[in-house]
């Protein structure tokens, strides 16, 4: 059910404790921690602590947690000190989405050309 922990999720056991994560931030609502294969030299990921398939059926079912995760991707990149930044959702396996919990990359540290991929 949405909004519900799974017991086979890979974000779930992370908010749950039950993973390792190098949290940088954590809020009531989110978790913010280090992507442990980044593609830039800032890669931190930031995942409502309710498990939501994709930032889609995060967006319908609470949309004031998918506020405060953008709010807490922004203070992501405060406190990483970025001068400019990249919020990337991927949705879909064609998109990139290979962990199925909404969350969003901030990307920075480095130029980030466009079109990306």
């Known amino acids: 059910m949405a909004g519900e922990p799974q017991d086979d ?4 056991k992370i908010v749950a404790g039950q993973i390792p994560a190098t949290i940088v931030r954590e809020t009531d609502t989110t978790v913010a921690f280090r992507d442990i294969n980044p593609q830039a030299p800032t890669h931190v990921l930031v995942i409502p602590k309710a498990h939501y398939k994709d930032a889609a059926a995060l967006a319908a079912g609470a949309p004031e947690v998918a506020a405060d995760l953008l709010r807490e991707a922004q203070a992501v990149a405060d406190q990483e000190q970025l001068e400019s930044h990249r ?18 990359h901030v990307l920075g540290g480095r130029g980030l050309h466009w079109p990306p991929g």
């Open 9 to 12: 999720c890979l974000f779930c």
């Open 87 to 104: 919020i990337v959702f991927n949705t879909g396996g064609g998109a990139g989405q290979t962990v199925w919990h909404a969350h969003a």
